[in-house]
């Protein structure tokens, strides 16, 4: 189950897409929030745990929870700049 305790401001359903279309849409919504603000991310693309990873290390975003639920891999980003 998907932890439904932590705020977020907007979400990217990334459900049923693959790399990179997951990461792209995560990149366009993060121009549409604040710094500070969280990202929740939904994919099935299994890739997509190192993806995020990967991408947060790389553009300096913060992903502060990440799990998987029923084939479901979820994410929080936080826009840090």
Do not use: W
Request: proline fraction near 5%; charged fraction near 20%; aromatic fraction near 8%.
């Amino acid at each position: 189950m998907m932890d439904s305790t932590l705020a977020y401001t907007k979400e990217v359903d990334a459900r049923g897409l693959n790399c990179p279309l997951p990461i792209l849409r995560t990149k366009k919504a993060l121009t549409t929030i604040n710094p500070g603000d969280v990202l929740r991310i939904l994919s099935t693309d299994p890739h997509s745990q190192q993806d995020f990873a990967a991408f947060a290390k790389q553009t300096g975003h913060s992903l502060i929870h990440a799990g998987n639920a029923e084939g479901i891999y979820f994410f929080y980003l936080q826009r840090n700049k």
